[in-house]
């Protein structure tokens, strides 16, 4: 079992940047993989980002260019650094992560953080 919990998100104008964290309650170090999604209202959940075990990154083509994963092993915390947002980035973010034990995979989801991108 995993709890993550999300946080970084706010109101920002166009062209500006934000940092979203996600701690979870214990080591990351073994999980197979963790990664950003987003709901953008009327409109279904998409990946933005995600990342693996061996440092794979892979990335929405929306965001490639202005969106950065990384991990933190120490901290146990995943983050995803935003910059040039657009107001088509307006969207609640979810940290997930994926993890196997005994060949049986679990997913695990936050809570969600409320990203707006207006002037």
């Known amino acids: 079992q995993v709890q993550l919990v999300e946080s970084g998100g706010g109101l920002v104008q166009p062209g500006g940047s934000l940092t979203l964290s996600c701690a979870a309650s214990r080591s990351i170090f073994s999980i197979n993989a963790m990664g950003w999604y987003r709901r953008a209202p009327g409109k279904q959940r998409e990946l933005v980002a995600d990342?693996?075990?061996?440092?794979?990154?892979n990335y929405a083509d929306s965001v490639k260019g202005r969106f950065t994963i990384s991990r933190d092993n120490t901290k146990n915390t995943l983050y995803l650094q935003m910059n040039s947002l657009r107001p088509e980035d307006t969207a609640v973010y979810y940290c997930?992560?994926?993890?196997?034990?005994?060949?049986?995979?679990?997913?695990?989801w936050g809570q969600g953080t409320q990203v707006t991108v207006s002037s």
């Open positions: 997930h992560a994926i993890d196997y034990v005994a060949a049986h995979r679990y997913d695990y």
């Open positions: 990342l693996t075990s061996d440092s794979s990154t």
